[in-house]
């Protein structure tokens, strides 16, 4: 019995013995990566198939010359053979959750997805995606771009098409016959409407916004010390017959919110014709709901919005100086959002996820994501750029 329990207890020293060498060797190679296997591990990150053996050969030129950052842009240039899927693939995971409630990468290609990879590709400056006039559509993809439907899309995703020769920039109210000062990106894409203005309210855009491009959701940035004037009558102020729940809870998020879900008045997506509908001037009848719930409430006269959050402490958010804080519409709601700190940091924060396959773990990590927002706000808001740095930083790792 002895001489059993022995022989399990040296095969269990054995078998842990092994695993800690196959570490240290993993470890090691790690640490002696050589720039060819540096190269071969940024290309792999970012597009996620492998690369030539010429832009391979040429990545680790870069990397030997000193310029590793050079050596990732190389990767996913859109004139590379082998950046392909950087935009068809990488991208596209990327972006999707952004345009649908469920937030998974398994739904279909749309205008929204697709203008982020556009915007991308062409360097069009990110902190634009929530207020420009644009759109990006598939050129020579049958049938063509229409507001009503997203055919044309899943015609791009049927036929394979590479996103990253195909896709040309656009006009959105060009496409869609919004006036331009009312388009806000892909704020007014049909994948946001149809997922965001569809019935409710129209606080899931103001919420989904938050998310998807601050990374804070209305949790994190509960704030009761807001004034109530500007919450709508559809808002209980005694949930239950109780207003120590409004007063504690339902206020700090309606407080700051409402006044700036005000900017979205005039938008509808109207499910029977399948698309955005904007009506200039007349608020939608879905912010006059359920008035009876408290008729003092605010009754919403227009699409002007104030931005409480600049004070309090959400101001920590770091609301642009050079922006007023208030404003009529979406457009300017969305330059409002991306000209926050929070704005760029969620940005970096993603990318550094998307490439480095993990959250920023230790101070070493997050002062590297503060350097490369510095370097995202310093380079014209360049997402393109931002996935390089991210890859260079995590390309020994």
């Excluded at 203008?115 to 049938?143: K, W």
Aim: proline share 5%; hydrophobic share 35%.
């Amino acid at each position: 019995m002895n001489t059993a329990r022995q022989r399990t207890t040296r095969r269990a020293a054995a078998t842990s013995a092994a695993l800690a060498g196959c570490l240290l060797t993993i470890v090691t190679a790690t640490a002696v990566a050589g720039p060819r296997e540096q190269a071969k591990r940024m290309h792999d990150r970012l597009v996620g198939t492998p690369p030539s053996d010429t832009v391979l050969n040429q990545m680790e030129a870069d990397i030997l010359g000193g310029s590793a950052l050079n050596a990732a842009l190389r990767a996913i240039d859109p004139m590379s053979p082998t950046s392909s899927a950087f935009y068809s693939v990488t991208l596209k995971n990327f972006a999707t959750p952004w345009t649908n409630r469920d937030q998974t990468v398994f739904a279909p290609l749309n205008d929204y997805t697709a203008t982020v990879i556009g915007m991308v590709r062409d360097d069009v400056p990110f902190n634009q995606v929530l207020s420009a006039d644009i759109l990006y559509t598939g050129q020579g993809i049958s049938p063509a771009f229409s507001p009503a439907n997203n055919l044309h899309y899943q015609a791009m995703e049927d036929q394979n098409a590479d996103l990253r020769t195909v896709l040309s920039q656009q006009m959105q109210s060009a496409l869609t016959g919004i006036p331009a000062a009312a388009t806000a990106g892909v704020i007014t894409s049909r994948a946001a409407s149809e997922a965001f203005f569809v019935a409710g309210t129209n606080r899931a855009m103001f919420r989904f916004t938050l998310m998807n491009h601050l990374c804070h959701d209305l949790e994190q940035i509960h704030d009761t010390s807001r004034p109530p004037d500007r919450i709508r009558q559809d808002v209980s102020r005694s949930p239950g017959g109780d207003s120590r729940i409004f007063l504690n809870n339902c206020i700090g998020c309606h407080s700051g919110m409402d006044p700036m879900a005000q900017a979205f008045a005039f938008y509808n997506y109207d499910e029977t014709s399948g698309r955005l509908v904007y009506t200039p001037g007349q608020v939608q009848p879905k912010y006059l709901i359920n008035m009876d719930n408290f008729k003092p409430g605010y009754v919403t006269p227009n699409d002007h919005w104030d931005n409480r959050w600049r004070q309090g402490p959400n101001a920590l958010l770091g609301w642009s100086s050079t922006l007023s804080g208030s404003g009529d519409g979406a457009k300017s709601l969305g330059q409002e959002f991306a000209g926050s700190e929070a704005f760029a940091q969620c940005q970096v924060e993603k990318a550094f996820r998307n490439v480095c396959f993990r959250d920023p773990s230790d101070q070493t990590d997050r002062n590297e994501v503060g350097r490369i927002v510095g370097v995202f706000k310093a380079n014209n808001y360049s997402l393109k750029r931002v996935f390089a740095e991210a890859a260079v930083y995590c390309k020994g790792q």
